[in-house]
Protein backbone atom coordinates (compact mmCIF):
# COMPACT_ATOMS: atom_id res chain seq x y z
CA UNK A 1 0.00 0.00 0.00
CA UNK A 2 1.65 2.93 -0.60
CA UNK A 3 0.80 6.17 1.43
CA UNK A 4 -1.50 8.59 1.15
CA UNK A 5 0.68 11.82 -0.09
CA UNK A 6 -1.19 15.21 -0.34
CA UNK A 7 0.99 17.64 -2.80
CA UNK A 8 1.32 20.92 -0.84
CA UNK A 9 0.55 22.46 -4.00
CA UNK A 10 -3.34 20.75 -3.21
CA UNK A 11 -3.43 22.15 0.21
CA UNK A 12 -2.09 25.88 -0.77
CA UNK A 13 -5.08 25.95 -3.23
CA UNK A 14 -7.61 24.48 -0.36
CA UNK A 15 -6.27 27.79 1.30
CA UNK A 16 -6.45 30.20 -1.45
CA UNK A 17 -10.07 28.84 -2.16
CA UNK A 18 -10.92 28.81 1.35
CA UNK A 19 -9.77 32.26 1.88
CA UNK A 20 -11.51 33.14 -1.54
CA UNK A 21 -14.67 32.21 -0.43
CA UNK A 22 -14.52 33.98 2.79
CA UNK A 23 -13.62 37.40 0.97
CA UNK A 24 -16.24 36.98 -1.21
CA UNK A 25 -18.75 36.05 1.66
CA UNK A 26 -17.36 39.27 3.66
CA UNK A 27 -18.39 41.48 0.31
CA UNK A 28 -21.43 40.15 -0.18
CA UNK A 29 -22.29 41.35 3.75
CA UNK A 30 -20.92 43.74 3.02
CA UNK A 31 -23.72 44.68 -0.03
CA UNK A 32 -26.56 43.69 1.92
CA UNK A 33 -25.81 45.85 4.63
CA UNK A 34 -25.39 49.11 2.27
CA UNK A 35 -28.33 48.01 0.44
CA UNK A 36 -30.62 48.31 3.53
CA UNK A 37 -29.40 51.50 4.63
CA UNK A 38 -32.71 52.11 6.54
CA UNK A 39 -30.82 52.21 9.89
CA UNK A 40 -30.69 54.80 12.98
CA UNK A 41 -28.85 54.76 15.92
CA UNK A 42 -31.55 55.47 19.11
CA UNK A 43 -29.70 56.76 22.05
CA UNK A 44 -31.81 56.61 24.98
CA UNK A 45 -32.38 57.39 28.82
CA UNK A 46 -31.56 54.05 31.09
CA UNK A 47 -34.76 54.72 32.88
CA UNK A 48 -36.64 53.58 29.62
CA UNK A 49 -35.33 50.35 29.81
CA UNK A 50 -37.48 48.08 29.42
CA UNK A 51 -40.32 49.81 28.07
CA UNK A 52 -38.50 51.41 25.04
CA UNK A 53 -37.07 48.15 24.12
CA UNK A 54 -41.19 46.57 23.30
CA UNK A 55 -41.45 50.31 21.70
CA UNK A 56 -38.95 49.29 19.43
CA UNK A 57 -40.16 45.67 18.86
CA UNK A 58 -43.65 46.63 18.16
CA UNK A 59 -42.17 49.33 15.46
CA UNK A 60 -39.96 46.90 13.85
CA UNK A 61 -42.73 44.00 13.62
CA UNK A 62 -44.23 47.02 11.57
CA UNK A 63 -41.30 48.60 9.35
CA UNK A 64 -39.70 44.70 9.25
CA UNK A 65 -37.36 46.92 6.86
CA UNK A 66 -36.24 49.47 9.80
CA UNK A 67 -33.57 48.64 11.75
CA UNK A 68 -33.48 50.26 14.95
CA UNK A 69 -30.53 49.84 17.24
CA UNK A 70 -30.64 51.50 21.24
CA UNK A 71 -28.07 53.05 23.36
CA UNK A 72 -28.67 53.69 26.67
CA UNK A 73 -27.14 55.95 29.12
CA UNK A 74 -27.57 58.91 31.35
CA UNK A 75 -29.62 61.85 29.73
CA UNK A 76 -26.79 64.12 30.77
CA UNK A 77 -23.69 61.90 29.11
CA UNK A 78 -25.48 61.15 26.12
CA UNK A 79 -26.37 64.82 25.88
CA UNK A 80 -23.00 65.19 26.48
CA UNK A 81 -21.68 62.47 23.79
CA UNK A 82 -24.52 64.13 21.11
CA UNK A 83 -22.72 67.91 21.36
CA UNK A 84 -19.43 66.12 20.76
CA UNK A 85 -20.81 64.49 17.34
CA UNK A 86 -21.52 61.01 18.53
CA UNK A 87 -23.60 58.66 15.90
CA UNK A 88 -27.22 59.02 17.25
CA UNK A 89 -29.59 59.93 15.13
CA UNK A 90 -32.28 60.29 17.69
CA UNK A 91 -32.45 61.48 21.42
CA UNK A 92 -35.18 60.35 23.75
CA UNK A 93 -34.11 61.80 27.24
CA UNK A 94 -36.03 61.08 30.92
CA UNK A 95 -36.80 64.86 30.89
CA UNK A 96 -37.15 67.96 28.58
CA UNK A 97 -34.13 70.47 29.77
CA UNK A 98 -31.67 68.14 27.75
CA UNK A 99 -33.35 67.69 24.65
CA UNK A 100 -34.20 71.40 24.93
CA UNK A 101 -30.51 72.07 25.46
CA UNK A 102 -29.45 70.32 22.64
CA UNK A 103 -32.35 72.29 20.04
CA UNK A 104 -30.37 75.65 22.20
CA UNK A 105 -26.90 74.85 20.88
CA UNK A 106 -28.29 73.70 17.25
CA UNK A 107 -27.69 70.44 17.70
CA UNK A 108 -31.19 68.68 17.25
CA UNK A 109 -33.39 68.88 13.94
CA UNK A 110 -36.80 68.46 15.74
CA UNK A 111 -38.54 70.92 18.51
CA UNK A 112 -38.44 68.76 21.41
CA UNK A 113 -41.69 66.78 21.58
CA UNK A 114 -42.97 65.17 25.15
CA UNK A 115 -43.48 61.36 24.71
CA UNK A 116 -44.35 60.36 28.10
CA UNK A 117 -44.18 60.97 31.99
CA UNK A 118 -42.83 59.11 34.36
CA UNK A 119 -44.04 58.73 38.06
CA UNK A 120 -42.67 58.20 41.27
CA UNK A 121 -42.91 55.68 43.54
CA UNK A 122 -41.86 54.52 47.11
CA UNK A 123 -40.48 50.94 47.13
CA UNK A 124 -38.97 48.40 49.80
CA UNK A 125 -37.18 44.90 49.38
CA UNK A 126 -38.53 44.33 53.32
CA UNK A 127 -41.36 46.31 54.36
CA UNK A 128 -44.40 46.47 52.83
CA UNK A 129 -44.21 50.21 50.57
CA UNK A 130 -48.00 50.07 49.68
CA UNK A 131 -49.12 50.60 53.41
CA UNK A 132 -46.14 53.36 53.16
CA UNK A 133 -46.54 58.07 52.61
CA UNK A 134 -43.72 60.14 51.91
CA UNK A 135 -44.54 61.23 55.82
CA UNK A 136 -44.06 57.75 57.08
CA UNK A 137 -39.97 58.25 55.97
CA UNK A 138 -39.39 60.32 58.88
CA UNK A 139 -39.70 57.18 61.05
CA UNK A 140 -37.47 55.99 63.06
CA UNK A 141 -37.62 52.73 61.58
CA UNK A 142 -36.65 53.95 58.42
CA UNK A 143 -32.51 54.77 58.71
CA UNK A 144 -31.87 55.07 55.30
CA UNK A 145 -33.85 56.08 52.09
CA UNK A 146 -32.07 55.96 48.68
CA UNK A 147 -32.89 58.62 46.28
CA UNK A 148 -31.37 59.49 42.84
CA UNK A 149 -29.19 62.88 42.99
CA UNK A 150 -31.09 65.71 42.52
CA UNK A 151 -28.43 67.96 41.20
CA UNK A 152 -28.31 65.51 38.25
CA UNK A 153 -30.98 63.07 37.40
CA UNK A 154 -34.85 64.44 36.63
CA UNK A 155 -36.08 61.66 39.01
CA UNK A 156 -34.09 62.72 41.74
CA UNK A 157 -35.11 66.49 41.32
CA UNK A 158 -38.75 65.56 41.42
CA UNK A 159 -38.67 63.31 44.50
CA UNK A 160 -36.50 66.35 46.13
CA UNK A 161 -39.81 68.79 44.81
CA UNK A 162 -42.44 66.00 46.17
CA UNK A 163 -40.78 65.72 49.83
CA UNK A 164 -40.46 69.33 50.09
CA UNK A 165 -43.91 69.64 49.51
CA UNK A 166 -44.67 67.37 52.18
CA UNK A 167 -42.33 68.80 54.30
CA UNK A 168 -39.97 66.30 55.32
CA UNK A 169 -37.39 67.46 52.94
CA UNK A 170 -35.27 68.79 56.07
CA UNK A 171 -36.27 65.94 58.47
CA UNK A 172 -35.02 63.35 56.31
CA UNK A 173 -31.62 65.13 54.98
CA UNK A 174 -29.90 62.48 57.68
CA UNK A 175 -31.14 59.40 55.87
CA UNK A 176 -30.68 59.91 52.41
CA UNK A 177 -28.10 58.17 50.11
CA UNK A 178 -27.61 59.18 46.44
CA UNK A 179 -27.46 57.05 43.34
CA UNK A 180 -26.24 58.19 40.06
CA UNK A 181 -29.58 57.24 38.31
CA UNK A 182 -32.75 55.58 39.26
CA UNK A 183 -31.67 52.16 38.26
CA UNK A 184 -28.62 52.64 40.67
CA UNK A 185 -31.18 53.59 43.37
CA UNK A 186 -33.87 50.89 42.51
CA UNK A 187 -30.19 48.47 43.06
CA UNK A 188 -29.72 50.03 46.49
CA UNK A 189 -32.93 49.60 47.41
CA UNK A 190 -33.13 45.92 45.95
CA UNK A 191 -30.04 44.91 48.13
CA UNK A 192 -31.85 45.88 50.73
CA UNK A 193 -29.27 48.05 52.01
CA UNK A 194 -31.51 51.14 52.17
CA UNK A 195 -34.92 50.94 53.54
CA UNK A 196 -36.40 52.27 51.15
CA UNK A 197 -36.04 53.66 47.65
CA UNK A 198 -37.86 56.56 45.43
CA UNK A 199 -37.44 54.67 42.01
CA UNK A 200 -39.52 55.02 38.74
CA UNK A 201 -42.74 53.29 38.51
CA UNK A 202 -41.69 52.27 35.37
CA UNK A 203 -38.93 49.74 37.33
CA UNK A 204 -41.47 48.88 40.03
CA UNK A 205 -44.17 47.22 37.83
CA UNK A 206 -40.89 45.29 36.18
CA UNK A 207 -40.81 41.30 37.36
CA UNK A 208 -38.30 40.99 39.89
CA UNK A 209 -40.00 44.04 41.74
CA UNK A 210 -43.36 44.07 41.36
CA UNK A 211 -44.12 40.70 44.08
CA UNK A 212 -43.81 43.24 47.04
CA UNK A 213 -45.67 46.21 46.87
CA UNK A 214 -45.16 50.26 45.92
CA UNK A 215 -46.75 53.68 46.65
CA UNK A 216 -47.48 55.73 44.18
CA UNK A 217 -46.35 59.09 44.70
CA UNK A 218 -49.04 62.06 43.55
CA UNK A 219 -47.95 63.43 40.51
CA UNK A 220 -49.36 66.79 41.93
CA UNK A 221 -46.39 67.00 44.91
CA UNK A 222 -44.01 67.81 41.64
CA UNK A 223 -43.23 69.23 38.95
CA UNK A 224 -44.28 66.85 35.97
CA UNK A 225 -41.69 64.41 35.19
CA UNK A 226 -41.93 64.78 31.25
CA UNK A 227 -39.82 62.39 29.01
CA UNK A 228 -38.73 64.48 25.77
CA UNK A 229 -37.13 63.37 22.65
CA UNK A 230 -35.75 64.88 19.61
CA UNK A 231 -33.96 64.35 16.25
CA UNK A 232 -30.73 65.01 16.64
CA UNK A 233 -28.74 67.00 13.48
CA UNK A 234 -27.09 63.61 12.23
CA UNK A 235 -31.12 62.23 11.88
CA UNK A 236 -31.83 65.40 9.85
CA UNK A 237 -32.61 63.27 6.86
CA UNK A 238 -32.96 59.90 8.08
CA UNK A 239 -35.96 57.85 7.37
CA UNK A 240 -36.18 55.92 10.00
CA UNK A 241 -35.99 58.40 12.33
CA UNK A 242 -39.28 60.23 11.50
CA UNK A 243 -40.99 57.43 10.95
CA UNK A 244 -40.37 56.02 14.28
CA UNK A 245 -41.13 59.74 16.08
CA UNK A 246 -44.48 59.42 14.13
CA UNK A 247 -44.97 56.22 15.70
CA UNK A 248 -44.23 57.34 19.33
CA UNK A 249 -47.76 59.03 18.51
CA UNK A 250 -49.64 56.09 18.11
CA UNK A 251 -51.86 54.46 20.74
CA UNK A 252 -49.61 50.99 19.64
CA UNK A 253 -46.90 53.24 21.32
CA UNK A 254 -48.87 54.75 24.23
CA UNK A 255 -50.08 51.90 25.36
CA UNK A 256 -46.82 50.19 25.82
CA UNK A 257 -45.58 53.29 27.95
CA UNK A 258 -48.28 52.85 29.77
CA UNK A 259 -48.70 49.25 30.92
CA UNK A 260 -45.00 49.93 31.46
CA UNK A 261 -45.62 52.45 34.04
CA UNK A 262 -45.60 55.62 32.33
CA UNK A 263 -48.75 58.12 31.98
CA UNK A 264 -49.64 58.94 28.83
CA UNK A 265 -51.56 61.20 26.82
CA UNK A 266 -55.54 59.85 26.21
CA UNK B 1 -10.76 81.95 39.02
CA UNK B 2 -9.69 79.02 41.20
CA UNK B 3 -12.64 79.94 43.79
CA UNK B 4 -13.12 76.36 45.42
CA UNK B 5 -16.80 76.11 47.36
CA UNK B 6 -17.63 73.97 50.46
CA UNK B 7 -18.40 71.01 49.16
CA UNK B 8 -15.23 71.13 46.93
CA UNK B 9 -12.96 71.10 50.39
CA UNK B 10 -14.96 68.58 51.74
CA UNK B 11 -14.56 65.84 49.39
CA UNK B 12 -10.99 66.91 49.10
CA UNK B 13 -10.40 66.76 52.93
CA UNK B 14 -12.33 63.34 52.46
CA UNK B 15 -10.29 62.08 49.64
CA UNK B 16 -7.26 62.56 51.75
CA UNK B 17 -8.33 60.81 54.32
CA UNK B 18 -9.17 57.66 52.34
CA UNK B 19 -6.61 57.28 50.45
CA UNK B 20 -4.15 58.03 53.98
CA UNK B 21 -6.02 55.24 55.62
CA UNK B 22 -6.64 52.50 53.07
CA UNK B 23 -2.63 53.19 51.66
CA UNK B 24 -1.50 52.78 55.84
CA UNK B 25 -3.30 49.60 56.13
CA UNK B 26 -2.39 48.45 52.74
CA UNK B 27 1.20 48.81 53.62
CA UNK B 28 0.35 46.91 56.82
CA UNK B 29 -1.65 44.04 55.34
CA UNK B 30 0.48 43.60 52.23
CA UNK B 31 3.66 43.54 53.51
CA UNK B 32 3.89 39.80 55.34
CA UNK B 33 0.97 38.72 52.60
CA UNK B 34 3.96 39.68 49.77
CA UNK B 35 6.59 38.27 52.57
CA UNK B 36 4.50 35.07 52.36
CA UNK B 37 4.03 35.02 48.84
CA UNK B 38 7.83 35.15 47.99
CA UNK B 39 8.69 32.83 49.89
CA UNK B 40 7.75 29.53 48.76
CA UNK B 41 6.22 28.42 45.31
CA UNK B 42 2.77 26.37 46.51
CA UNK B 43 0.07 25.94 44.88
CA UNK B 44 -1.88 27.72 48.10
CA UNK B 45 0.52 30.90 47.09
CA UNK B 46 -0.98 30.53 43.82
CA UNK B 47 -4.16 30.36 44.63
CA UNK B 48 -3.78 33.68 47.18
CA UNK B 49 -1.45 35.56 44.69
CA UNK B 50 -5.10 35.33 42.27
CA UNK B 51 -7.17 36.07 44.69
CA UNK B 52 -5.55 39.28 45.39
CA UNK B 53 -5.67 40.42 41.34
CA UNK B 54 -9.19 39.69 40.72
CA UNK B 55 -10.25 43.19 41.90
CA UNK B 56 -9.03 44.01 38.53
CA UNK B 57 -10.98 42.08 36.23
CA UNK B 58 -14.72 42.84 37.38
CA UNK B 59 -15.68 46.29 36.53
CA UNK B 60 -15.73 48.53 39.25
CA UNK B 61 -19.31 49.68 39.77
CA UNK B 62 -20.22 45.39 39.58
CA UNK B 63 -17.79 44.95 42.14
CA UNK B 64 -19.78 48.12 44.13
CA UNK B 65 -23.07 46.53 43.76
CA UNK B 66 -21.53 42.86 45.14
CA UNK B 67 -19.83 44.93 48.18
CA UNK B 68 -22.98 46.37 48.54
CA UNK B 69 -25.01 43.53 48.76
CA UNK B 70 -21.94 41.79 50.88
CA UNK B 71 -21.52 44.85 53.49
CA UNK B 72 -25.61 45.71 53.58
CA UNK B 73 -27.69 44.49 56.37
CA UNK B 74 -29.00 41.48 54.39
CA UNK B 75 -25.51 40.36 53.32
CA UNK B 76 -23.48 37.76 54.85
CA UNK B 77 -21.11 40.35 56.48
CA UNK B 78 -23.00 42.91 57.08
CA UNK B 79 -25.91 40.64 59.17
CA UNK B 80 -23.00 39.23 60.77
CA UNK B 81 -21.99 42.68 62.13
CA UNK B 82 -25.63 43.45 63.09
CA UNK B 83 -25.44 40.63 65.30
CA UNK B 84 -23.11 41.67 66.95
CA UNK B 85 -24.30 44.81 67.84
CA UNK B 86 -22.20 47.10 65.16
CA UNK B 87 -24.19 48.62 62.16
CA UNK B 88 -23.25 47.41 58.52
CA UNK B 89 -21.37 48.77 56.30
CA UNK B 90 -23.00 49.91 53.53
CA UNK B 91 -23.00 54.10 53.02
CA UNK B 92 -20.36 54.31 55.29
CA UNK B 93 -16.64 55.84 55.25
CA UNK B 94 -15.83 52.82 56.95
CA UNK B 95 -17.17 50.61 53.92
CA UNK B 96 -15.60 52.62 51.26
CA UNK B 97 -12.55 52.11 53.55
CA UNK B 98 -12.45 48.78 52.68
CA UNK B 99 -13.91 48.34 49.39
CA UNK B 100 -10.37 50.91 48.97
CA UNK B 101 -8.13 48.01 50.42
CA UNK B 102 -9.60 45.30 48.66
CA UNK B 103 -9.67 47.56 45.43
CA UNK B 104 -6.07 48.51 45.67
CA UNK B 105 -4.74 45.73 47.39
CA UNK B 106 -3.26 44.07 43.48
CA UNK B 107 -1.34 47.55 43.29
CA UNK B 108 0.17 46.87 47.00
CA UNK B 109 1.17 43.51 46.72
CA UNK B 110 2.82 43.09 43.39
CA UNK B 111 5.46 45.58 44.14
CA UNK B 112 6.52 44.38 47.32
CA UNK B 113 6.84 40.71 45.61
CA UNK B 114 8.68 42.09 43.18
CA UNK B 115 11.01 43.53 46.09
CA UNK B 116 11.19 40.64 47.94
CA UNK B 117 11.81 37.91 45.01
CA UNK B 118 14.94 40.13 43.76
CA UNK B 119 16.07 40.63 47.56
CA UNK B 120 15.65 36.65 48.22
CA UNK B 121 16.05 35.15 51.38
CA UNK B 122 20.18 35.13 51.74
CA UNK B 123 20.34 39.06 53.27
CA UNK B 124 17.38 37.95 56.25
CA UNK B 125 19.23 34.71 57.20
CA UNK B 126 22.59 36.02 58.06
CA UNK B 127 21.03 38.97 59.67
CA UNK B 128 19.27 36.28 61.90
CA UNK B 129 22.84 34.23 62.35
CA UNK B 130 24.00 37.58 63.61
CA UNK B 131 21.57 37.49 66.32
CA UNK B 132 18.76 40.11 64.95
CA UNK B 133 15.33 39.68 66.01
CA UNK B 134 12.22 39.38 63.65
CA UNK B 135 11.13 43.29 63.93
CA UNK B 136 15.41 44.09 64.29
CA UNK B 137 15.39 41.90 60.89
CA UNK B 138 12.39 44.15 59.17
CA UNK B 139 13.48 47.56 60.68
CA UNK B 140 17.31 47.08 59.55
CA UNK B 141 17.56 44.42 56.99
CA UNK B 142 13.96 44.24 54.83
CA UNK B 143 12.87 47.98 55.29
CA UNK B 144 16.23 49.49 53.70
CA UNK B 145 16.97 47.23 50.93
CA UNK B 146 13.66 47.04 49.35
CA UNK B 147 12.92 50.76 50.20
CA UNK B 148 11.79 50.58 46.43
CA UNK B 149 9.56 48.48 46.41
CA UNK B 150 7.99 50.20 49.96
CA UNK B 151 7.78 53.46 47.79
CA UNK B 152 5.97 51.96 44.96
CA UNK B 153 3.50 50.05 46.49
CA UNK B 154 2.53 53.24 48.84
CA UNK B 155 2.33 55.33 45.73
CA UNK B 156 0.04 53.17 43.60
CA UNK B 157 -2.07 52.50 46.32
CA UNK B 158 -2.79 55.93 47.66
CA UNK B 159 -3.07 57.03 43.66
CA UNK B 160 -4.99 54.07 42.60
CA UNK B 161 -7.53 55.07 45.68
CA UNK B 162 -7.69 58.88 44.53
CA UNK B 163 -8.99 57.72 41.13
CA UNK B 164 -11.29 55.22 42.46
CA UNK B 165 -14.73 55.92 41.17
CA UNK B 166 -17.20 52.97 40.61
CA UNK B 167 -16.71 51.18 43.83
CA UNK B 168 -17.52 54.11 46.08
CA UNK B 169 -20.03 55.59 44.01
CA UNK B 170 -22.24 52.23 44.40
CA UNK B 171 -21.67 51.52 48.13
CA UNK B 172 -21.49 54.73 49.46
CA UNK B 173 -24.04 56.50 47.97
CA UNK B 174 -22.84 59.83 47.75
CA UNK B 175 -23.24 61.35 51.49
CA UNK B 176 -21.89 64.60 51.09
CA UNK B 177 -18.78 64.74 53.85
CA UNK B 178 -19.27 60.17 54.43
CA UNK B 179 -18.82 58.74 51.02
CA UNK B 180 -18.96 61.55 48.06
CA UNK B 181 -15.03 61.73 47.49
CA UNK B 182 -13.20 63.88 45.03
CA UNK B 183 -13.92 61.62 42.02
CA UNK B 184 -17.61 61.48 42.76
CA UNK B 185 -17.86 65.09 42.74
CA UNK B 186 -16.25 65.52 39.75
CA UNK B 187 -18.77 63.73 37.73
CA UNK B 188 -21.65 64.93 39.41
CA UNK B 189 -20.11 68.13 37.90
CA UNK B 190 -19.89 66.41 34.33
CA UNK B 191 -23.11 64.65 34.32
CA UNK B 192 -24.71 68.02 35.28
CA UNK B 193 -23.17 69.24 32.62
CA UNK B 194 -21.31 71.58 35.24
CA UNK B 195 -18.15 71.68 33.14
CA UNK B 196 -16.33 74.93 34.73
CA UNK B 197 -16.63 73.25 38.26
CA UNK B 198 -15.26 69.65 36.97
CA UNK B 199 -12.51 71.25 34.70
CA UNK B 200 -11.39 73.02 37.82
CA UNK B 201 -11.21 70.08 40.27
CA UNK B 202 -10.18 67.97 37.73
CA UNK B 203 -6.82 70.48 37.25
CA UNK B 204 -6.28 70.29 40.65
CA UNK B 205 -6.73 66.14 40.69
CA UNK B 206 -4.12 66.14 37.93
CA UNK B 207 -1.55 68.82 39.20
CA UNK B 208 -1.72 67.35 42.57
CA UNK B 209 -1.44 63.58 41.71
CA UNK B 210 1.68 64.91 39.42
CA UNK B 211 3.27 66.51 41.60
CA UNK B 212 2.83 63.00 44.31
CA UNK B 213 4.49 60.68 41.84
CA UNK B 214 6.93 63.09 40.55
CA UNK B 215 8.25 63.59 44.01
CA UNK B 216 7.92 59.69 45.05
CA UNK B 217 9.31 58.68 41.61
CA UNK B 218 12.51 61.21 41.84
CA UNK B 219 12.95 59.90 45.23
CA UNK B 220 12.61 56.26 44.34
CA UNK B 221 15.48 57.17 40.98
CA UNK B 222 18.19 58.83 43.47
CA UNK B 223 17.76 55.47 45.39
CA UNK B 224 18.42 53.58 43.06
CA UNK B 225 21.18 55.46 41.81
CA UNK B 226 22.67 55.55 45.39
CA UNK B 227 22.53 51.61 45.76
CA UNK B 228 24.88 50.86 42.55
Known sequence: MKPRVVKPQVIKSGITKAVRLIALAMLAGLFASVSSAQQMTLAAASSLRPALDYVVEAYQDIHTDHQVSVIYGSSGRLTAQIINDAPFDFFMSADMAYPQRLVDEGYAASEPRVYAWGRLVLWSADLDASGLTLRDLVDGAIERIAIAQPEIAPYGQRTREAMQATGIWSQVQHKLVFGENISQVTQMAQSGAADVGLIALSLAVQPGLASTGFYLIDAALHEPLEQGFVITRRGADNDVAKAFSRFLATPAARAIFRDNGFDVDD | ?228
Not at chain 2, 68 to 95: K, Q
Not at chain 2, 100 to 106: A, E, H, I
Not at chain 2, 136 to 145: S, Y
Not at chain 2, 187 to 202: C, K
Request: proline share 5%.
Open chain 2, 1 to 228: MFELGAADWQAIQLTLRLCFLTTLILLIIATPLAWWLASGRSALRVVVQTIVALPLVLPPTVLGFYLLVALGPRGPIGATLESMGFSHLAFSFEGILLASVLYSMPFAVQPLLEAFNNLGRRPVEVASTLGAGVIDRFFTVILPMCRGGFIVAATLSFAHTVGEFGVILMLGGSIPGETKVLSVLIYDHTEAMNYASAHRLSLLLLVFSFLVLFVVYSMNRRFQVARV
